[in-house]
């Protein structure tokens, strides 16, 4: 089950964290991975790792939030693997602020990457997955979207923009067998979660650590592991009756925190 055997998928912001974790996972599978980041270092170290594991696994350097790279990147794709069977959008950025004090560079910037990036990745895939009558597509959102949260205006944002998209690409793509989910995970442990305590708590890492866990219901931040599992099952074989639904993997936030 959940074999990926002959696929091909490109994984966005697949450099470091849960895009890693998908990248690593899907490659194991039997797909061939396309990782896309703007991190070369990052990208390579990705591929060195699923390659020499016996994956198959190709770096792509590309600024989603640039319509012109991304159209070059999928042509890259196409011409080495000859299709695109999975997209997964997962790169994205993370914003602390409020409605009054958030910047317009970067709202802006959360736009242009978070939400324009998706954007442009669906833009050039779309009509390849429309040509082959076949394609699946995910979506990374975020429980940003559902619920409120303090301090997050432009990310809830960025991630209620996806959630959108995500809809509206399952309703409009079904005559062409395309599949369109969404993942919305709460805080999740990975290297941003760390530097982002030791940055603005220094000296309090363990206590930030035990108190950001606990606001999970469950008791502990998930695992990237646990995001990429639920995204293989979504973009496998299995998941084909599965279209326009958003996921929570969330440690019981949304309908537990009260």
């Given at each position: 089950?959940?074999?990926?055997?002959?696929?091909?998928?490109?994984?966005?912001?697949?450099?470091?964290?849960?895009?890693?974790?998908?990248?690593?996972?899907?490659?194991?599978?039997?797909?061939?991975?396309?990782?896309?980041?703007?991190?070369?270092?990052?990208?390579?170290?990705?591929?060195?790792?699923?390659?020499?594991?016996?994956?198959?696994?190709?770096?792509?350097?590309?600024?989603?939030?640039?319509?012109?790279?991304?159209?070059?990147?999928?042509?890259?794709?196409?011409?080495?693997?000859?299709?695109?069977?999975?997209?997964?959008?997962?790169?994205?950025?993370?914003?602390?602020?409020?409605?009054d004090n958030t910047s317009?560079?970067?709202?802006?910037?959360?736009?242009?990457?978070?939400?324009?990036?998706?954007?442009?990745?669906?833009?050039?895939?779309?009509?390849?997955?429309?040509?082959?009558?076949?394609?699946?597509?995910?979506?990374?959102?975020?429980?940003?979207?559902w619920v409120g949260l303090?301090?997050?205006?432009?990310?809830?944002?960025?991630?209620?923009?996806?959630?959108?998209?995500?809809?509206?690409?399952?309703?409009?793509?079904?005559?062409?067998?395309?599949?369109?989910?969404?993942?919305?995970?709460?805080?999740?442990?990975?290297?941003?979660?760390?530097?982002?305590?030791?940055?603005?708590?220094?000296?309090?890492?363990?206590?930030?650590?035990?108190?950001?866990?606990?606001?999970?219901?469950?008791?502990?931040?998930?695992?990237?592991?646990?995001?990429?599992?639920?995204?293989?099952?979504?973009?496998?074989?299995?998941?084909?009756?599965?279209?326009?639904?958003?996921?929570?993997?969330?440690?019981?936030?949304?309908?537990?925190?009260?």
């Amino acid at each position: 089950m959940f074999q990926l055997t002959d696929k091909t998928a490109i994984i966005t912001g697949a450099g470091s964290g849960i895009g890693r974790a998908i990248a690593g996972l899907f490659a194991r599978q039997g797909a061939s991975v396309f990782v896309f980041d703007l991190n070369e270092d990052a990208a390579a170290l990705v591929v060195n790792e699923i390659t020499s594991e016996g994956g198959k696994a190709e770096k792509i350097i590309v600024d989603v939030a640039s319509q012109q790279k991304v159209k070059l990147a999928v042509e890259k794709v196409v011409a080495m693997a000859g299709g695109i069977d999975i997209l997964v959008n997962n790169a994205g950025v993370a914003h602390v602020g409020n409605a009054d004090n958030t910047s317009e560079a970067d709202f802006d910037r959360l736009v242009s990457i978070n939400v324009k990036g998706v954007y442009n990745c669906l833009h050039e895939v779309l009509p390849l997955m429309k040509k082959q009558s076949k394609g699946t597509i995910l979506n990374l959102c975020s429980i940003a979207a559902w619920v409120g949260l303090s301090d997050r205006f432009a990310y809830s944002m960025s991630k209620g923009a996806v959630a959108a998209m995500t809809l509206s690409v399952a309703k409009d793509y079904l005559e062409y067998h395309i599949r369109c989910n969404s993942i919305s995970p709460a805080r999740v442990f990975t290297p941003f979660v760390e530097g982002f305590i030791a940055k603005n708590y220094p000296g309090q890492e363990k206590e930030m650590f035990e108190k950001l866990s606990k606001s999970q219901p469950i008791g502990r931040m998930a695992s990237t592991d646990e995001v990429a599992s639920l995204a293989l099952y979504l973009c496998s074989d299995e998941a084909g009756f599965i279209t326009g639904c958003d996921y929570p993997l969330d440690g019981g936030f949304i309908k537990l925190n009260n």
